[in-house]
């Protein structure tokens, strides 16, 4: 595999090509984990999906991993399947976690592309089916739609609002 920025930009176009049936996975992940948590998750377009994708390869950092990921997947079979059954998960994780971005998102989404991998199958390669299940569960993880990523954490230390008992030194 030779990565170019030509290469990483056609990985790009590919993914946003299969937006309906990443999606579909999205939704189908959300939806699951909100029966599960009985939380409520906003579901995703397809509009919002591509848009994503462009925003993960604007940093050329990510791109060219996420790129790769993408493509060792794509191309990745092992006679008899079981034996290659680590690497794929392996590949899988990371690219979830590599869309997602840093912590605690990229955990989150290596748990939820475990949770997503059981969602799908296909009669490709052994780890086609780890790519939709990796760009599902890095994608659902870093777009809106859940509610506690959309407030401020409670946990943030700083200065307190309204608190103007300051020393100055």
Known sequence: MELTPDSVAAERETLKSRASTTVA??????????????????????????????AVFADGDVAVNVAAYAGLLRELDVEGDYPGFVVDEILGRELASTIAGGQPLAL????TFHFADTMTHTGDVAG??????????????????????????????????????????
């Open 108 to 111: 989150l989404a290596q748990a």
């Open 25 to 54: 996975l999205i939704n189908e992940v959300r939806q699951a984990l909100d029966e599960r948590f009985g939380v409520d998750v906003a579901p995703v377009t397809e509009d919002r999906y591509r848009a994503e994708v462009d």
């Open 128 to 169: 086609a089916d780890d790519l939709d299940a990796a760009l599902a569960a890095g994608f659902q993880t870093r777009l809106p739609g859940w509610e506690w990523t959309e407030r401020e954490s409670p946990f943030s230390v700083g200065e307190r609002r309204g608190s103007s008992d300051r020393t100055e030194r």
